[in-house]
C-alpha cells in the first residue's frame, strides 16, 4: 500500500467511554428513504474477544462504500481466509476438517475472490481513500487551529502534493476535477474512517485500517473526525464539509473512547501554522 507523508498531528487525548449494545455484525445497512448508513459493528466485535472479521468488514466499507457487490466478496474472501488460517494454525482442526468433509467450508473457499485479487483491485480505492482521509484530517486541523477553511485552496494542495508522490505511485495522479467528482464524491461518506487510519499511521500504526488491538480507539478517532466535519462549513458555501445523511456512522452506544485531537504547531500537510 502507498506510503505516508503527512505531517504528524500534536496529539490525541482520550476524553471519557461510553456502553451500549447495537446490533449484527459483517452487513452494511443500506440507506432508506434518505435515512443514514449504519455501520453494524457488535460490542462483540470490538470486545475483547475481537477477531480479524472486524477488521475485514471496516475495510470493506471504507475501500467500497458504494459498492455492496464488491463489499460482500470481500467480507468472502477475508472469512475464508480468516477460516483457513485459524484451521491452518492448529494441527488436530486440521485433521478434524479433513474427516468430516466440511462442504460448507470448502464451498465458501470456491466462491470467495482470491486474496492476491482482491489486495489488487483495492489498490486504486486504497490510494482514492487515503486522499479523503487527507482533505478531511487537514480541513478539520485548518479549521481547529484558524477557525476558518479554504477549502478551494487546500484541494488544490494536495493536488499538488500528489504529483509528487504519483512520480513512485502512479495511483496518486489526479486533477482537481477527479478529487472533486470522483474521490471526494465517493469517499466522503467513510472520509472520517480514512482520517483516522491516516493519523494511527502518523503514529506508526500503518495496519489498514488499524492493528486489531487498537480498534475501539480507531472508532473513537473516526467519530472524532466525523463531529468536527459536520460541523464546519466553510465560508461562501450554503452546506457543511460533511453532509450527516450520507455518512456511515457507528451504532449507538458502542464502548468506544471519546477523543480529541490536539493539532497544536503542526498540520496534516506540512505546514507550520501562520503567523
Known amino acids: 500500500m502507498a506510503s505516508l507523508q503527512p505531517a504528524r498531528i500534536g ?10 449494545f447495537p446490533r449484527c455484525p459483517y452487513h452494511a445497512v443500506a440507506p432508506r428513504g434518505g435515512a443514514m448508513p449504519e455501520l453494524e459493528i ?3 466485535m ?3 474477544q475481537r477477531t480479524r472479521l472486524a ?3 471496516i475495510e470493506s466499507v471504507m475501500l467500497w462504500p458504494h459498492d455492496a457487490e464488491k463489499r460482500s466478496e470481500a467480507m468472502k474472501t477475508g472469512t475464508a481466509t480468516f477460516i483457513r488460517d ?3 494454525a492448529v494441527p488436530a482442526a486440521r485433521r478434524a476438517v479433513d474427516a468430516a468433509e466440511w462442504l460448507d467450508y470448502f464451498g465458501l473457499l470456491a466462491d470467495a475472490m482470491p486474496l492476491r485479487l482482491v489486495q489488487q483491485e483495492a489498490k486504486q480505492p486504497y490510494v482514492y481513500g487515503i486522499i ?3 482533505l478531511l484530517g487537514a480541513a478539520v486541523g485548518d479549521y481547529s487551529i484558524d477557525g476558518t477553511l479554504k477549502l478551494t485552496a487546500l484541494k488544490s494542495e494536495i493536488v499538488s502534493i500528489c504529483k509528487k508522490r504519483a512520480e513512485s505511485i502512479s495511483e496518486f495522479s489526479f486533477s482537481i476535477s ?4 470522483t474521490i471526494w464524491r465517493r469517499y466522503k461518506p467513510v472520509s472520517h474512517l480514512w482520517a483516522a487510519h491516516v493519523s494511527m499511521a502518523l503514529s506508526g500504526d500503518h495496519t489498514f485500517p488499524c492493528s486489531l488491538s487498537r480498534l475501539p480507539y480507531f472508532l473513537g478517532l ?3 473526525f466525523l463531529e468536527q466535519g459536520l460541523s464546519i462549513q466553510p465560508p461562501r458555501r450554503g452546506e457543511n464539509l460533511l453532509e450527516e445523511r450520507v455518512m456511515w456512522h457507528l451504532p449507538p452506544g458502542l464502548h468506544i473512547p471519546t477523543l480529541e485531537v490536539e493539532f497544536g504547531e503542526r498540520r496534516y500537510l506540512n505546514r507550520s501554522k501562520k503567523t
Do not use: F, V
Not at 11 to 20: D, L, S
Open 11 to 20: 496529539g490525541i487525548r482520550q476524553a471519557r467511554h461510553r456502553t451500549g
Open 42 to 44: 457488535t460490542p462483540e
Open 46 to 48: 470490538i470486545g475483547p
Open 55 to 57: 477488521l475485514s468488514y
Open 86 to 88: 485459524a484451521i491452518s
Open 132 to 134: 479523503a482521509g487527507e
Open 178 to 181: 477527479t478529487l472533486d467528482n
Open 222 to 224: 473516526a467519530k472524532y
